[in-house]
């Protein structure tokens, strides 16, 4: 009996949740966020199992290489542009597409000297202050990319937005009316749609979409999980109970004893911690977890290598029964709100001690 901790990957749900993309988006084309490993859930395989999308979206370039050298042939946009002039006859070599979002990486880009010209996203700050051009550059930009022979006439303009996931705020109106406002005299198509634009703000589709989290069915809203939006959960965490011992009334739990024992009481040890991924910072009691697909709590600090669970509403627990971290039938959500932290920061987080097990179906442990 294996007691690895596994994060499933259900392909099955990734389809579905790109589906929801689809249903939600009629007619635009999608571009899919695979940065940071697929968010987490596996950089590779996510990218080919996605094969009903028109692009894949990277930060930097050694993703968008490694999709390459895994014989990816469809478009990869480069999100967050190039870092070093030397990038450039590797892009244009590989085709890759290229978001260009300040003045230095234009003027480098147009002094180049490259064997095929570059397809651009060109990218309006409209109100985040992360990437993009302000808007008193961006014409110029513009009109300096349309002259280059480097360039690729079909420019996509595209922003992002702030604060989509807050529908009550209407600084998400403000940014789309300012980008409107600088591209209604430009050619092109436009990309305004992160996930929760996509669901929320359907004035935003334009002609390309770029889900992320969404994709892996988690929610990009604070007050909502994945499964309230007809998102389906894709990585479901999972180990095992690897010891249970009988506590009593008043007996201290873990490092620090920060968890007391209200009575008598079975509690269970987990083979999973900080060091797989699973946050360091949630409350000493009240966390929710799944032992044997019944709802109890996480007790006492995280450690590297193990968690201890309450077992007094598990029956008959017993060494090596499977426990649920997240996933299939515990929203991600839920753990994130716990720890303080957001389910972006969970996804990637798993660490590289975890075995990935790619499945279209979510099979019980073995």
């Given at each position: 009996m294996s007691y690895t901790t596994t994060a499933h990957i259900n392909l099955n749900a990734l389809q579905h949740n790109l589906a929801r993309v689809h249903q939600l988006a009629p007619g635009c084309r999608v571009v899919a966020m695979v940065k940071a490993n697929a968010y987490g859930h596996g950089l590779l395989t996510i990218a080919h199992a996605l094969e009903h999308v028109d692009a894949l979206g990277v930060a930097r370039i050694h993703e968008a290489l490694k999709l390459r050298q895994a014989g990816i042939k469809?478009?990869?946009?480069?999100?967050?542009?190039?870092?070093?002039?030397?990038?450039?006859?590797?892009?244009?070599?590989?085709?890759?597409?290229?978001?260009?979002?300040?003045?230095?990486?234009?003027?480098?880009?147009t002094?180049?000297?490259?064997?095929?010209?570059?397809?651009?996203?060109?990218?309006?700050?409209?109100?985040?202050?992360?990437?993009?051009?302000?808007?008193?550059q961006f014409i110029t930009a513009w009109q300096a990319l349309h002259k280059s022979?480097?360039?690729?006439?079909?420019?996509?303009?595209?922003?992002?937005?702030?604060?989509?996931?807050?529908?009550?705020?209407?600084?998400?109106?403000?940014?789309?009316?300012?980008?409107?406002?600088?591209?209604?005299?430009?050619?092109?198509?436009?990309?305004?749609?992160?996930?929760?634009?996509?669901?929320?703000?359907?004035?935003?589709?334009?002609?390309?979409v770029r889900p992320g989290i969404m994709l892996y069915g988690i929610s990009p809203f604070a007050d909502k999980t994945g499964v309230e939006l007809d998102l389906k959960p894709v990585m479901t965490l999972r180990s095992r109970l690897l010891s249970i011992h009988q506590q009593k009334q008043g007996d201290l739990i873990g490092y620090g004893g920060t968890y007391r024992c209200p009575e008598n009481m079975p509690v269970g040890l987990v083979a999973i911690g900080y060091g797989d991924g699973y946050p360091r910072y949630i409350p000493a009691e009240g966390?929710?977890?799944?032992?044997?697909?019944?709802?109890?709590?996480?007790?006492?600090?995280?450690?590297?290598?193990?968690?201890?669970?309450?077992?007094?509403?598990?029956?008959?627990?017993?060494?090596?029964?499977?426990?649920?971290?997240?996933?299939?039938?515990?929203?991600?959500?839920?753990?994130?709100?716990?720890?303080?932290?957001?389910?972006?920061?969970?996804?990637?987080?798993?660490?590289?001690?975890?075995?990935?097990?790619?499945?279209?179906?979510?099979?019980?442990?073995?």
């Amino acid at each position: 009996m294996s007691y690895t901790t596994t994060a499933h990957i259900n392909l099955n749900a990734l389809q579905h949740n790109l589906a929801r993309v689809h249903q939600l988006a009629p007619g635009c084309r999608v571009v899919a966020m695979v940065k940071a490993n697929a968010y987490g859930h596996g950089l590779l395989t996510i990218a080919h199992a996605l094969e009903h999308v028109d692009a894949l979206g990277v930060a930097r370039i050694h993703e968008a290489l490694k999709l390459r050298q895994a014989g990816i042939k469809k478009p990869i946009v480069l999100m967050e542009g190039f870092f070093e002039a030397w990038e450039l006859p590797i892009i244009a070599e590989n085709q890759f597409d290229l978001v260009i979002h300040q003045v230095e990486q234009l003027q480098a880009l147009t002094q180049a000297r490259l064997t095929s010209p570059i397809r651009i996203w060109l990218k309006l700050d409209s109100g985040m202050h992360r990437l993009g051009l302000p808007p008193e550059q961006f014409i110029t930009a513009w009109q300096a990319l349309h002259k280059s022979v480097n360039i690729n006439p079909d420019i996509i303009l595209m922003t992002h937005f702030a604060c989509a996931d807050e529908l009550a705020n209407d600084y998400t109106n403000q940014q789309i009316k300012l980008f409107n406002e600088m591209t209604a005299d430009l050619p092109g198509s436009r990309s305004l749609a992160n996930s929760a634009a996509i669901m929320k703000w359907p004035a935003t589709h334009g002609d390309w979409v770029r889900p992320g989290i969404m994709l892996y069915g988690i929610s990009p809203f604070a007050d909502k999980t994945g499964v309230e939006l007809d998102l389906k959960p894709v990585m479901t965490l999972r180990s095992r109970l690897l010891s249970i011992h009988q506590q009593k009334q008043g007996d201290l739990i873990g490092y620090g004893g920060t968890y007391r024992c209200p009575e008598n009481m079975p509690v269970g040890l987990v083979a999973i911690g900080y060091g797989d991924g699973y946050p360091r910072y949630i409350p000493a009691e009240g966390t929710p977890i799944l032992v044997n697909d019944k709802l109890t709590q996480v007790v006492g600090r995280v450690s590297m290598d193990m968690i201890y669970v309450d077992l007094r509403k598990i029956s008959q627990p017993k060494i090596g029964d499977f426990v649920t971290l997240w996933g299939d039938g515990l929203p991600i959500e839920y753990i994130a709100q716990a720890a303080n932290t957001s389910t972006y920061e969970l996804a990637c987080g798993v660490t590289s001690r975890v075995e990935f097990v790619y499945n279209s179906t979510m099979s019980q442990p073995s």
